[in-house]
């Protein structure tokens, strides 16, 4: 049963149709002590709540009422409704414990996927009462990961669970830690496992460029529109899109970006018509989104919806057990790509594997092992064999030294002389330096841009002192 909260009875009258015609069960009630009332005599599965109630629009009767619903009813989700002005007072919801929100005036087919999805996730039915969808059907793909660390089990078991849904998942984690291959597991393991998973490195798009690429557009719908561009969403449709990267988007995209994941319609640059978006999304980012939104740099609004799930992947050095496993896959695969007599490593080169930080986690360990199969060419490997070729990625650890020149200066500062030491330090290898600072090569060109850093410039520690 879905409990509906709403002091206009054409809203409720409307959504307690829109329910029924889906085959859910429904109450509505007009206000606070209704609901309290109403919860007293049942549990709902789910409730469907506004925000302001009588003349007051300041959402605090709206909050009270939140905050007593999630202290009589800690785990039934909590959907709210909200107009689209009004998205601060949502967020305010969300930090107090609400699942989800929708604005006014809703689109039936949006409301419709949010309460099936809120439904899922709490184990009851969907919109079309069949039993919830889920994992442990002894189905699950998961022939892209290696490894049976608790910690990866961990994060196994949450994809396991909310990969049949179509609930937005952001994946975080350090650089190097597999964020892509779990997006794809996701994916494999959905409904929508039929269907396109299209990848979307936003680091790598500029604010310009934005709307072309993730919407399309039109011949002519700019000067250099030669001919019509089919964007990321509409490749996606019905699939899945992966936005890797979505903490380097810019402020400016970030609200175009949440307009479609608010309303799931979008234009195409030149055709003023409007396309649905049928597109589950998941997205991952390194960054701390948090803090971001703390410095203003991220919308807490967006940031609320692409996280109704977390999961966090462990870094490599929180599994280390799963080393062995991960270096022999590497150089399997290794052999098979250059037909290459099969190689085994011996167990004091397996001990100091084990032993290194990986700051560049997985990504690390798979191109050590990887130069070391072919520069040695040996059938057995030791550890001096990956000794030789492994070469220490920059991390946070800094010698007293430099640690000691970095007093004082401000965070953009350090960044910049952190950037401009790596690239003399690979040589002006901007492949090289991303990998080594674990981002992407789109993130690197857009800090040099920021910062005036030029490769061929003569980067000489006296220059980096001139901010």
Known sequence: MILVIDDDNAIRSSLTFLLKRSGLEAVAVPGPSEAMAAIREMTPQLILMDMNFGISTDGADGLRLLGRMKVALPHVPVILMTAWGSIELAVRGMQAGAFDFITKPWNNLVLMQRVGIALELNGGTTAAGQPAAGGGDGTFDRSLIVGHSEALEEVLEVVRRVAATNAPVLITGENGTGKELIAETIHRNSLRAGKSFVKVNLGGISQTLFESEMFGHRKGAFTDAVSDRTGRFELAEKGTIFLDEIGDLDPACQVKLLRVLQDQTYEVLGDSRQRKAD?????????????????????????YRINLITVRLPALR???????????????????QY?????????DAMRFLMSLPYPGNIRELKNLVERTVLVSGKRELGADDFQSQYKAVP?????????????GLTLEEVERQTITQTIRQFGGNLSQVAAALGISRGALYRRMEKYHIHPGDDLSPADEKTY
């Open 339 to 347: 037909r290459l007599d099969p190689v085994s490593v011996k167990p």
């Open 318 to 336: 929180e599994r280390r057990e799963d080393i062995p496993l991960l270096a022999e896959h590497f150089i399997k695969r290794q052999c098979r």
């Open 395 to 407: 991390a946070g650890d800094l010698p007293a030294a430099a640690a000691t020149a970095l007093q």
């Open 279 to 303: 597109v589950r999304v998941v997205s991952a980012t390194n960054a701390d989104l948090r803090q971001m939104i703390r410095d203003h740099s991220f919308r807490e609004d967006l940031f």
